[in-house]
């Protein structure tokens, strides 16, 4: 069966900081990877996918960045985090395909003060 | 561009008896799939349901069910005999491709004892 993975699972940083988000899937391969973020209060907000190594996709415009060095492990990552920037932050994986559900990791808590 | 609007931001029900949560989409696309998921308070999120535009048949998931009416681009979720573990924030996601979902802002489901 298929896992997803997220660490750190709560991160506090300070403003100005960088910032290193991974996630890992198990037991599949080549699959599509997301990045949301949910504010409190709301909905999820999709950042970042990527349908293979190296091919990223960007739906919002923000002081952050994806990578997928890997076929199974993404990252998030920022270079001077903002206090906007706190909020919960979920990775999520599908199949290839185009109306492939997405299974979600446990989620990071990201605190920036 | 897709939105998903759940105009419910509270809902409370007695334990055992039926909740329906609503939620209604935009979409110029004929060919997509809805979401319905859980958001317990552990925030990990978790499939409840899942439904194909061109079926004409509401999916089904024990004690799950969608009312789904794609002229009206209306999907709403009946839970029947609620119990206390339904009490969460529920989701309604709208996906038409390989990039991400698109999520509304969550209705919050009360279960009272």
């Known amino acids: 069966s298929q896992t997803i993975h997220q660490w750190p699972a709560t991160l506090v940083q300070p403003v100005g900081s960088p910032l290193s988000l991974e996630c890992t899937v198990e037991?599949?391969?080549?699959?599509?990877l997301y990045w949301y973020r949910q504010a409190a209060g709301r909905g999820l907000q999709l950042l970042f996918y990527s349908v293979g190594i190296g091919q990223i996709s960007s739906e919002v415009p923000q002081n952050l960045s994806a990578s997928r060095p890997q076929d199974r492990q993404f990252i998030l990552s920022s270079k001077k985090l903002l206090l906007s920037d706190s909020g919960f932050y979920l990775c999520a994986w599908s199949r290839q395909g185009l109306k492939e559900t997405q299974y979600f990791g446990p989620g990071t808590r990201l605190l920036v003060l | 561009a897709q939105t998903v609007t759940q105009s419910q931001p509270e809902m409370s029900v007695q334990e055992a008896e039926t909740v329906t949560l609503s939620c209604t989409y935009d979409t110029s696309e004929s060919d997509y799939y809805l979401f319905w998921y859980k958001q317990p308070p552990s925030r990990q999120m978790i499939l409840v349901i899942r439904?194909?535009?061109?079926?004409?048949q509401n999916a089904t998931e024990n004690r799950f069910s969608v009312n789904f009416q794609k002229a009206a681009k209306s999907f709403s979720l009946k839970i029947s005999d609620s119990q206390l573990g339904d009490a969460a924030m529920y989701f309604c996601?709208?996906?038409?491709?390989?990039?991400?979902?698109?999520f509304g802002k969550g209705t919050h489901l009360i279960i009272q004892p």
């Open positions: 996601a709208y996906g038409g491709g390989a990039d991400g979902l698109t």
């Open positions: 439904q194909e535009a061109y079926k004409q």
């Open positions: 037991g599949t391969s080549n699959p599509n």
